[in-house]
Each structure stands twice: as structure tokens, then as C-alpha cells.
């Protein structure tokens, strides 16, 4: 690359980086980071740059130490242009046949090319006439494409959101057959527990089987008859609402979790109601609480718990009164863009407003929602029923 060109792929990358996360790039990229950049621009562009060379490109550009030249080729810049003005998902074949000169790398390369300065007769340093009539007509040809771009992408969200799927499940029929008709897919099965999931009439009942997301000390990671939904849209609110349930013992839980894939080691986050009794050595009585937690790294490695907030201290006082509030619980997780709140609401009846416990900006993409009933990987603990009323996803527009 001559020394203009290189001067244009680093302006280009680091607004990409921006436009992605949401700040300048100030380090090199991570390897979850760069495979998270290399899958925002595939899934916008439909054009693949690798996580390991958006990594490599991240200390070329901050000049770190360890960083090798990199001349990056003319299709990688025009993915990288393509992403940062937001244009028309392609592939690689009908970019080849359709705009084999690369037409977004050339226009912004040409675009934030200086005027180069001259001297007139009078000796006096100006700008080439033909310099700047040039760049005048890149200059509102690139604002053309902006606006062009910024339409597209404008309809798009709104078509997306209109086809996105408005999805409730009450679960008046838990047959196999209705479940997966409703897009349901069915993990790890359990047959002595599945079959009891008519136990109570208009309800799913699961149970908090031995299993869990957080990975044990011998790196065991699985939950027992795991309901998962696809996702079909990239901003929505998802719920689920339960009856009766009043976890006891270590560590009964039940909620939500969203994942970017089936396999429970995928970048994730989940929000669920249940009881803890460990304190460290300290003798305190158990508690219900809303727990919320995210795997932002995936794999083996340990998640960080975001949110603990302690609901009731399970006391021999205090059981009518956990009774009454927990007749109905519910859960829900909002997600627009990379901003998740996480809500909870309890009560007597449905007739309930959802609190907040948290929000908080996560570099997770989720693909997929789940229903969690799980009692982590300890022995002593019952598995106890979970009464599900329903689960829902509702789209909303992205901001």
C-alpha cells in the first residue's frame, strides 16, 4: 500500500471498531473480541474478513511491538467499507460479478483524500482546481451513498421487525408434537422426568435436575431436559412466568437463559430465581434470590455474577409470607443492541409490575433463548417441580 492508502485503511478500521463497539481503539483487539468483530461484519455484509487477521490488522494499526506489515488486500478494505456505510448485504459471488472494481474501498480511500497544494502565478499555495472538483463530486457521492445506506438500513429494520415472530406459549398442550411444531427443540432428555411434564393441568412442569451453565471443577457444563427456542430478531423482550415456585435448597433455580449457540460453552447470559444457603462458613438462614450472571469469554471459562439481589431470608417467620409473594413469579430480559436489562417481578396474582435488577452493555450476540430448571451439580438436593405458565419473546425496534 503506498503511503495515502495506508494512511485510509487505518482511518477505515478504526471507525469500523467504533461502529462496532461503540468506542475508538485504543488496545489491540482480543481473541473474543476479534471473533466477535469478524461475525458482526459477516452478519451485516455477508462478507467474511477472519477473526485473526482483524487481529493482527488491530497492532499493525496502534503500532504495538509484536505488530508484522500488513498490506491487506483490496477486497478486505472494500468488506471493511462496505461495513462502516452500512451497505446491502452481498456475497462473495455476487460482489464479483456485480462490483468486481470494489466501488466502496475506491469511493472511501478517494473520499478523505487531501487536496494536494499548488502555487498559482502569483506564487500564492491554492488547491488544484481539478483536485477539488474531484473530490466535490466524491465528496456528495459518498453523502449520496450515506443517505442511500441509512434508507436501506431503515427499512430493513423496520421489514425485520415486522416479520419478526411475536411468539407466546401458555402451554395448554405439552405434547412433543405441539412443542416442537412451536419451534421448541428439546436438550439432554431425561425420560422418567420428561414424562411428567402434564404433572399440573395448563402448565409445562420441568424440574431442577442435577446440571448447570457454570462449569464445576471438573469442567462439566449440561442441563437436563433444556428447552430452546430460536431467536429470529436481534432486539426483544423475553419472559417467562412461574407458579408457585419457592426454591429450599442448594441451588434450586429456575429462568432464562440466552446463548449464541446450543452447546451451553457459547458466550451467554441468563437471569433465574432461586435459593442459596452458602456464605462463605458464615451461619446465615438461606435466601431466595434473583441471580443474574453472563459468559462473555464462553468456553470452560467463569462467568461473572452481575446481579444478586436477595428477594426473602428463608425463616420460620417469614413463610406465609414468601408463600403469598411467590404464588407468581416472573422474569424477563430485555436486549437492544448490546444494552440488556434484566427485570423481575412477584406477587399474589399476574397483576404485578416488573422491577429492575440490573442492565448492563454485554459483547454477546444471542441466537438462541432457553428455559433453565437446574440445581447446579450437587447430589443432595431435590429436584424439585418447576410450574411453567408461559414464555414469550416480543420483538422491539433497535435503537
Known amino acids: 500500500m503506498s503511503p495515502s492508502e495506508e494512511k485510509a485503511f487505518c482511518k477505515l478500521f478504526g471507525e469500523a471498531y467504533s461502529k462496532c463497539?461503540?468506542?475508538?481503539?485504543?488496545?489491540?483487539?482480543?481473541?473474543?473480541?476479534?471473533?466477535?468483530?469478524?461475525?458482526?461484519?459477516?452478519?451485516?455484509?455477508?462478507?467474511?474478513?477472519?477473526?485473526?487477521?482483524?487481529?493482527?490488522?488491530?497492532?499493525?494499526?496502534?503500532?504495538?511491538?509484536?505488530?508484522?506489515?500488513?498490506?491487506?488486500?483490496?477486497?478486505?478494505?472494500?468488506?471493511?467499507?462496505?461495513?462502516?456505510?452500512?451497505?446491502?448485504?452481498?456475497?462473495?459471488?455476487?460482489?464479483?460479478?456485480?462490483?468486481?472494481h470494489f466501488p466502496y474501498w475506491y469511493t472511501y480511500r478517494d473520499g478523505i483524500e487531501k487536496d494536494i497544494p499548488v502555487k498559482d502565478n502569483q506564487g500564492i499555495r491554492t488547491s488544484s482546481p481539478?483536485?477539488?472538483?474531484?473530490?466535490?463530486?466524491?465528496?456528495?457521492?459518498?453523502?449520496?451513498?450515506?443517505?442511500?445506506?441509512?434508507?436501506?438500513?431503515?427499512?430493513?429494520?423496520?421489514?425485520?421487525?415486522?416479520?419478526?415472530?411475536?411468539?407466546?406459549?401458555?402451554?395448554?398442550?405439552?405434547?412433543?408434537?405441539?412443542?416442537?411444531?412451536?419451534?421448541?427443540?428439546?436438550?439432554?432428555?431425561?425420560?422418567?422426568?420428561?414424562?411428567?411434564?402434564?404433572?399440573?393441568?395448563?402448565?409445562?412442569?420441568?424440574?431442577?435436575?442435577?446440571?448447570?451453565?457454570?462449569?464445576?471443577?471438573?469442567?462439566?457444563?449440561?442441563?437436563?431436559?433444556?428447552?430452546?427456542?430460536?431467536l429470529d430478531t436481534d432486539c426483544f423482550s423475553t419472559e417467562i412466568h412461574l407458579g408457585n415456585f419457592i426454591p429450599g435448597q442448594n441451588w434450586q433455580q429456575a429462568g432464562i437463559i440466552l446463548m449464541e449457540d446450543t452447546t451451553l460453552l457459547s458466550r451467554s447470559t441468563r437471569l433465574t430465581i432461586g435459593y442459596n444457603g452458602f456464605f462463605g462458613g458464615y451461619s446465615r438462614p438461606g435466601e431466595i434470590l434473583i441471580q443474574a450472571i453472563s459468559s462473555i469469554h464462553g468456553g470452560f471459562s467463569k462467568p461473572?455474577?452481575?446481579?444478586?439481589?436477595?428477594?426473602?431470608?428463608?425463616?420460620?417467620?417469614?413463610?406465609t409470607i414468601i408463600k403469598n409473594n411467590l404464588q407468581r413469579s416472573a422474569l424477563r430480559i430485555e436486549k437492544n443492541g448490546h444494552h440488556f436489562r434484566f427485570l423481575y417481578a412477584t406477587g399474589a396474582s399476574d397483576i404485578f409490575a416488573f422491577k429492575e435488577v440490573v442492565s448492563r452493555d454485554l459483547m454477546i450476540n444471542p441466537q438462541y433463548v432457553g428455559i433453565c430448571a437446574l440445581k447446579g451439580f450437587v447430589k443432595d438436593s431435590q429436584a424439585m417441580p418447576v410450574y411453567v405458565d408461559l414464555f414469550s419473546i416480543e420483538p422491539i425496534l433497535c435503537e
Do not use: C
Open 21 to 100: 463497539f461503540d468506542k475508538e481503539l485504543t488496545v489491540p483487539l482480543s481473541e473474543a473480541d476479534s471473533k466477535y468483530f469478524s461475525s458482526e461484519i459477516e452478519e451485516q455484509t455477508g462478507l467474511i474478513i477472519g477473526w485473526k487477521t482483524l487481529k493482527n490488522y488491530s497492532f499493525f494499526i496502534l503500532k504495538d511491538s509484536t505488530a508484522k506489515q500488513e498490506n491487506p488486500s483490496v477486497a478486505t478494505l472494500d468488506t471493511l467499507a462496505r461495513y462502516v456505510a452500512d451497505a446491502v448485504k452481498t456475497d462473495e459471488i455476487s460482489r464479483k460479478r456485480n462490483e468486481p
Open 130 to 230: 481539478l483536485i477539488v472538483h474531484r473530490n466535490s463530486k466524491v465528496k456528495y457521492l459518498w453523502i449520496g451513498m450515506i443517505v442511500i445506506g441509512i434508507f436501506l438500513a431503515g427499512y430493513y429494520i423496520v421489514y425485520h421487525y415486522s416479520q419478526s415472530e411475536h411468539f407466546t406459549d401458555n402451554f395448554s398442550n405439552t405434547s412433543t408434537d405441539s412443542l416442537f411444531h412451536k419451534g421448541w427443540m428439546l436438550k439432554d432428555l431425561d425420560t422418567s422426568f420428561w414424562n411428567k411434564r402434564n404433572a399440573k393441568s395448563g402448565y409445562l412442569t420441568l424440574f431442577t435436575l442435577e446440571g448447570d451453565t457454570y462449569p464445576d471443577s471438573a469442567r462439566r457444563v449440561g442441563m437436563k431436559n433444556f428447552l430452546v427456542k430460536k
Open 304 to 319: 461473572e455474577e452481575i446481579a444478586h439481589l436477595s428477594l426473602f431470608s428463608v425463616e420460620p417467620a417469614q413463610s
